[in-house]
């Protein structure tokens, strides 16, 4: 890449950093923007690597300079600022003192059919990024999220989610009444009242693909959709806590979907 297609930004009232600082602190402007800033290099790399186009870097002046030759980094637009610049954009480690402005595609319908995580109004960003790793992990590839569930693509989620939004089939602010059209059986989670998860493998067994309903941190999955769920399911907690936080437990529950899974089909 030639100097000359490397554009170098000097000032702080540059329209540029403007909207880059409200893409990397507003967790709703990807929304208005239809851009979504991917922090530092394992973001990038996790998206290329899923097979998603991103055109624009930017880079610290410093990491400029030791990144420069590498290929990958060879986008459409590159922007270099001075350090102390990037650093009011994204306070990055100065090992990772570089960003990307990806554009987001349209968003998918909701595929009936295909293992579901359905997100009901989860609202902290690390819960539902986690939620996202551990979908991705153990093989559900949509994430349904009901209006009042933190923004999919917002910063703090997609810091969260660690690589693993590129995996996965996205679909928010979606009705009660558009999640209830999965052609899946639901099972619904909760901290009080039904199957013990322990007991599901093999006795009651889970169903594959299914619909997992997680829901808000206080209070739990909303009637509407527990009626569609012909089964809730709870946790053991012999170490007496009173209830699980939502991400841990969906990581529990996901895991024994994908263990029920591979033992009865190798695959």
Not at 8 to 22: A, C, E, V
Not at 173 to 185: F, G, K, M, Q, Y
């Amino acid at each position: 890449m030639s100097p000359s297609e490397v554009q170098r930004i000097g000032s702080r009232d540059n329209p540029l950093l403007k909207t880059l600082r409200t893409l990397a602190k507003d967790n709703s402007a990807y929304r208005q923007h239809g851009q979504v800033w991917l922090e530092g290099d394992h973001l990038f790399r996790a998206a290329i690597t899923r097979g998603w186009r991103v055109a624009h870097a930017v880079f610290a002046q410093s990491m400029w300079e030791r990144c420069a030759a590498d290929p990958a980094f060879a986008l459409e637009r590159v922007s270099v600022l001075p350090d102390a610049l990037f650093a009011g954009i994204s306070p990055l480690a100065a090992d990772q003192e570089m960003g990307f402005v990806l554009d987001l595609p349209k968003a998918p319908p909701i595929d009936p059919d295909i293992a579901t995580v359905v997100l009901d109004r989860v609202q902290d960003a690390g819960n539902v990024g986690s939620i996202l790793r551990s979908a991705a992990a153990f093989g559900f590839a949509q994430i349904v999220a009901l209006r009042g569930t933190a923004g999919l693509w917002s910063p703090k989620v997609v810091r969260a989610g660690m690589g693993a939004h590129f995996a996965l089939r996205l679909c928010e602010s979606v009705s009660v009444a558009d999640a209830l059209a999965l052609r899946l059986p639901f099972i619904a989670t909760s901290s009080h009242q039904g199957d013990w998860l322990h007991q599901c493998e093999g006795v009651l067994d889970l169903p594959w693909p299914c619909a997992w309903l997680l829901g808000h941190e206080g209070q739990g999955v909303q009637s509407a959709l527990l009626e569609a769920a012909p089964r809730c399911v709870r946790i053991v907690q012999p170490g007496g806590e009173e209830s699980l936080n939502v991400a841990a437990a969906a990581a529990v529950c996901l895991h024994a979907s994908a263990a029920g899974r591979l033992r009865r089909t190798g695959c």
